[in-house]
């Protein structure tokens, strides 16, 4: 079992930036593919950000369009976590934001479905 939690959400005006962290317990994540999904009520929990997993010193990132340019993914194995830089925010990046974990998978996955394990979410919220 792995078990994520997500923090660093908040309220954040147009323009500014957060970073969010998704700290992993349980057994290391080095061989999971990690994602950020994120979630408005009424609306599909929508991938924001992927990044593969191994060993390698060099990672590939996934980005959805409406974030790319503005958001980074990153992570560090050493201390079981992934991050989220977000900068540029708009309002419309406002959403629960959500960690995820798929264990070895090949690609990229965007879908839901791909992914073991979730966190609670952290919530943010961007003032206009």
């Known amino acids: 079992q792995v078990q994520l939690v997500e923090s660093g959400g908040g309220l954040v005006q147009a323009g500014g930036s957060l970073r969010l962290s998704c700290a992993a317990s349980g057994r290391t994540v080095s061989n999971y593919f990690m994602g950020w999904f994120r979630q408005v009520p009424g609306k599909e929990r929508d991938f924001v950000a992927g990044?593969?997993?191994?060993?390698?010193?060099?990672?590939?990132?996934d980005y959805a369009d409406s974030v790319k340019g503005r958001f980074t993914i990153s992570r560090d194995n050493a201390k079981n976590t992934v991050y989220l830089q977000m900068n540029s925010l708009k309002p419309e990046d406002t959403a629960v934001y959500y960690c995820?974990?798929?264990?070895?998978?090949?690609?990229?996955?965007?879908?839901?479905?791909?992914?073991?394990?979730w966190g609670q979410g952290t919530q943010v919220t961007v003032s206009s």
């Open positions: 995820a974990a798929a264990h070895r998978v090949a690609g990229t996955p965007r879908s839901r479905g791909a992914y073991d394990y």
């Open positions: 990044i593969s997993w191994g060993s390698d010193i060099t990672y590939y990132a």
